[in-house]
């Protein structure tokens, strides 16, 4: 195994959150004077950068603080409810037993985390919870949980659903891994080039034969 530590990110990733969280924005989107996500809409959604999202949504920039903190909250409520993405927490257990570390970097909110990974018999697994408010802010964090951990840029890999892990990862100058069961299209993530393009949990596995 080339990579001592593993970083995933959470919704999308590891958690199958993606109805969840357009049922949340549903909820919330008429308080802020915003429009509904139909469900036939996720897969044009799935194509778009954050910055595409929020400006398609039409959401203003000073809104999106607020509407994470209150999605968050909405979801805590319903979390015991929430079921990992198939496959991955068998993959995970083999996964750990690879690797020196195993963490989480997360926009979600470290109680959400650490109960759902409780639910589904994971926290053990798991070396340390980050999370940062701020949906561009992983980089920064990346890069400080590698110097935590005396780590070079090649001995670390964060996992992730998203464009903004792919380019945090690349920006922070760390390996990704981009996953194609979460969030964005496999088109628009394999555009960004990371370092690793996954379309199954078990495709995890390559890590350890490479």
């Known amino acids: 195994m080339i990579y001592r530590t ?6 999308g990733t590891i958690a199958d959150t993606l109805g969840e969280t357009r049922r949340i924005y ?19 959604l799935r194509h778009l950068s954050l910055k595409e999202l929020v400006k398609h949504l039409k959401i203003p920039k000073w809104r999106v603080p607020a509407l994470i903190a209150r999605g968050t909250g909405l979801m805590r409520g319903n979390i015991d409810n929430l079921q990992l993405i198939p496959g991955v927490g068998e993959v995970l257990t083999e996964l750990r037993r690879h690797v020196k570390s195993f963490g989480i970097l997360t926009s979600n909110a470290t109680p959400n985390v650490d109960i759902f990974l409780r639910n589904h018999g994971l926290r053990s697994e798991f070396d340390f ?13 990346l890069r400080a949980i590698r110097k935590t951990f005396s780590l070079q840029g090649p001995e670390m890999l964060y996992v992730g659903d998203e464009l903004r892990d792919v380019k945090a990862s690349q920006k922070a100058g760390i390996p990704v891994a981009a996953v194609t069961w979460g969030f964005n299209s496999r088109e628009s993530l394999a555009a960004e080039k990371p370092d690793h393009l996954f379309d199954s949990p078990a495709e995890f596995l390559e890590l350890i034969k490479s």
């Open 6 to 11: 593993v970083v995933f990110d959470f919704d």
């Open 26 to 44: 549903n909820i919330l989107a008429p308080d802020y004077g915003l429009r509904e996500v139909s469900e036939h809409e996720l897969d044009h």
């Open 129 to 141: 919870i980050s999370s940062t408010s701020k949906l561009t802010g992983k980089a920064k964090h």
